[in-house]
């Protein structure tokens, strides 16, 4: 339970980053880009992705991370 709770999470850091991302850099081009919003998305997408590699991603592959030693 925990695992699919954690998956779901880092999906949606991911899948929510990306649609934040786009939607200041590409959708909002007539309004001004805000910084916040840009790192703040980057930080999702980041967090996420590394939630997925440490937890999912690493251990099926065999991949030892710097949480395994």
Partial sequence: M????????AIAMVV????F?????????????RG???IGSVMLVVLGAYLLWTDFVAPIFGIKTW???
């Fill in 2 to 9: 925990r695992t699919a709770f954690v998956f779901v999470i």
């Fill in 16 to 19: 929510g980053g990306i649609f």
């Fill in 21 to 33: 991302l786009w939607g200041e850099l590409l959708w909002l081009q007539h309004h001004s880009i």
């Fill in 36 to 38: 916040i919003f840009v």
């Fill in 67 to 69: 949480e395994d030693q």
